[in-house]
Antibody, heavy 121, light 107 residues
Framework: QIQLVQSGPELKKPGETVKISCKAS????????MHWVKQAPGKGLKWMGW????????TYADDFKGRFAFSLETSASTAYLQINNLKNEDTATYFC??????????????WGQGTSVTVSS | DIQMTQSPASLAASVGETVTITCRAS??????LAWYQQKQGKSPQLLIY???SLEDGVPSRFSGSGSGTQYSMKINSMQPEDTATYFC?????????FGGGTKLEIK
């Protein structure tokens, strides 16, 4: 069965770096894009961007340009989200989600369980 | 950016009641609209894509409709397990944007 399994919760200080993993299984990793979504505590969903799993090319939403980086380890069917120079406002749960094909409207059809990142001094 | 205005923000419905949630896009999104359900403490799950196509395994009491800038999702006969927050999302143009969410509870 298709699964996206994310790494565990993180507690970081401002200015530090965090790297979250998202391991895919049950499908061919490079056949589908991978997206990242932020959910601040008690808030809605915010699309951060996506990475082309064939080419490794990332696309970032404007609010996530600069300190955020998507990457891949294709041999391990794993996508990563790295956040540098962490700020208090980065405290959130981060989800990876598989991007479906154009025929299915590029919907996000499978989601990881989420990784909680807490930034506090 | 395309703004997605979702309403209502919260709603309480009785078991068996029909529930309708709407999303209005700031411009035509040409049916590129999905609906997600998020239960408390869980990750979102895809319910509907392309505005009106039901995802495999989703109960048939869920349905989607709409076109242009106006879309809606209906739950025929609300069930206790439908208690959740629902989000619409457009994928017509980057950045993809979500509605603010509708928190649906049992009355």
């Amino acid at each position: 069965q298709i699964q996206l399994v994310q790494s565990g919760p993180e507690l970081k200080k401002p200015g530090e770096t965090v790297k979250i993993s998202c391991k895919a299984s049950g499908y061919t990793f490079t056949d589908y894009s991978m997206h990242w979504v932020k959910q601040a505590p008690g808030k809605g969903l915010k699309w951060m961007g996506w990475i082309n799993t064939e080419t490794g090319e990332p696309t970032y939403a404007d609010d996530f340009k600069g300190r955020f980086a998507f990457s891949l380890e294709t041999s391990a069917s794993t996508a990563y989200l790295q956040i540098n120079n962490l700020k208090n406002e980065d405290t959130a749960t981060y989800f990876c989600a598989r991007g479906a094909t154009a025929r299915r409207g590029y919907a996000m059809d499978y989601w990881g369980q989420g990784t909680s990142v807490t930034v506090s001094s | 950016d395309i703004q997605m205005t979702q309403s209502p923000a919260s709603l309480a419905a009785s078991v068996g009641e029909t529930v309708t949630i709407t999303c209005r896009a700031s411009e035509n999104i040409y049916y590129s609209l999905a609906w997600y359900q998020q239960k408390q403490g869980k990750s979102p799950q895809l319910l509907i894509y392309n505005a009106n196509s039901l995802e495999d395994g989703v109960p048939s009491r869920f349905s989607g409709s709409g076109s242009g800038t106006q879309y809606s999702m209906k739950i025929n006969s609300m069930q206790p397990e439908d208690t959740a927050t629902y989000f619409c999302k457009q994928a017509y143009d980057v950045p993809w944007t979500f509605g603010g969410g509708t928190k649906l509870e049992i009355k």
